[in-house]
């Protein structure tokens, strides 16, 4: 009798057995997927690059939820590419980055690399992140990259870069190509013996670059028909001359008709002269300074109160720097009626 009940109990022990695995199994699934819906890009193609070229990709993530996000960790399934984490501790809406840079030095070929990402708060979960790309072993870049590091507004600078190929004896550059109108390139041939080739290419950051931080790629084009093109990344901060402090003005708790005069101070390098000065609220009156040049220009700015509530308006100020520099000022106040001022 006891042999009979045994038999009987033991599929049904099993099949709950495995229930409990299929169970635990697809909630750890969708437990995986708050998670993932915090990447917008789970993937990227970084495709031919040559040997030594400086080659990183950003996947950019951001906290959903109300809880905190702390980020456990970040492992790789290949040597070829090593990330790091911009920030592991995310508030609510906050953003960071999943930075994953390619290993063009130690690494040849078709390469590809799984990036996971562990979380631990609010709760655990892993995100699995892709990046693949081709490494010539004939082409080297020497440095990786055109870095300008910062460069002052209105003005030009250039880089240089060596460029080595293995291989054919005929082959050669035709072209380099950029969308972003603000570099020149100038290529010369300074070797080509037996099946070795190099060429010096010198970048220039034109002096009409807008103020901020720039990165883009040069396309080198090649009249190789199997990679046809190379990219080489171009990188670099371009700072304004033009400082104005306070950068955001207060201007205080008015009542209406009431007037208050603040100062604004603007800093440059170099001697200037301030053109105009605007604001496309007519309640703002500004003293322009006068024509003379200097480093350092005081700007008194009037504040009439008009209507009841918060005002928030941008100042802009232009310069004779350069074509015409111009810096803003973000101006604020709070204007309320005497009886709730009382």
Known sequence: MKS????????????????????????????????????????????????????????????????????????????????TVTKKDLKTFEKAHVLAKYNTRSFLGQKGATVTVIFDKPFYAEVQLEVSGYIRSDVVFDPGEIDFGEVDQFSSAKRSLNLTYAGRSDWK????????????????E??????????????VLKDDAPAG?????????????????????????????????????????????QSVTKQLVVRAKRPFRILNVECEDGCFKFKTPGEKKKPL????????????????????????????????????????EVADAE
């Open 4 to 83: 009979t009940m045994v038999t009987n109990r033991a599929p049904t022990l099993l099949l709950a057995v495995f229930a409990v695995i299929l169970a635990l199994g697809s909630h750890q699934a969708a437990g995986q997927e708050w998670a993932k819906k915090m990447f917008k890009v789970s993937e990227h193609d970084f495709g031919t690059v040559a040997r030594g070229a400086k080659a990183e990709f950003a996947f950019e993530f951001e906290n959903l939820y109300e809880e905190d996000l702390h980020v456990a960790g970040v492992r790789t399934s290949c040597g070829c590419a090593t990330p």
């Open 173 to 188: 550059i035709v072209d380099v190509r950029s969308a972003n109108k603000h570099f020149e390139v100038e290529l010369n």
């Open 190 to 203: 300074t070797r080509r013996t037996g099946g070795s080739v190099g060429y010096e290419m010198q970048v």
């Open 213 to 257: 931080h720039f990165q883009d790629q040069l396309a080198v084009v090649t009249d190789d028909e199997r990679l046809k093109t190379i990219p080489l990344l171009v990188q670099g901060n371009v700072v304004s001359p033009l400082t104005v402090a306070p950068s955001s003005l207060f201007l205080g708790v008015l009542k209406p008709s």
């Open 297 to 336: 220009h005081f700007i008194p700015v009037t504040f009439t109160a008009d209507n009841s509530g918060k005002i928030a308006q941008k100042i802009s100020i232009k310069t004779d720097l350069g074509s015409g520099a111009i810096t803003t000022c973000m101006a604020t106040a709070t204007v309320r």
